[in-house]
């Protein structure tokens, strides 16, 4: 299983940005996917996930990001909106494993919000 990560970068306040991941080693569409993201000095914490046709997200980004997926392709979107300083992070992707594949955190993508 390979999970990798894409898209980060540095973006104003109230900018957007689109984060990808893309998985391989195993049948995409049949599982959940989630983000997660962890800033500079606090632990890692959940953004958003899809599963079963199904989104849910942290308080803090419900509103602003949107997941999505695109199973043709074998990958998980994470679009977010209207951007703060607060997030700020390395996001990282996590492909949770299931009864025979553990689960599998990719690289991380650092996002920079600042002015």
């Known amino acids: 299983v390979r999970i990798v990560e894409s898209g980060g970068g540095l973006v104003q306040p109230g900018g957007s940005l689109t984060l990808s991941c893309v998985g391989s080693g195993f049948t995409f569409s049949a599982y959940g996917m989630r983000w997660y993201r962890q800033a500079p000095g606090k632990e890692r914490e959940f953004v958003a996930s899809?599963?079963?046709?199904?989104?849910d997200y942290a308080d803090s980004v419900k509103g602003r990001f949107t997941i999505s997926r695109d199973n043709d392709k074998n990958t998980v979107y994470l679009q977010m909106n209207n951007l703060r300083l607060d997030d700020t992070a390395v996001y990282y992707c996590?492909?949770?494993?299931?009864?025979?594949?553990?689960?599998?955190w990719g690289q991380g993508t650092q996002v920079t919000v600042s002015s």
């Open positions: 996590l492909f949770p494993g299931g009864v025979r594949l553990g689960a599998v």
């Open positions: 899809s599963a079963d046709g199904d989104a």
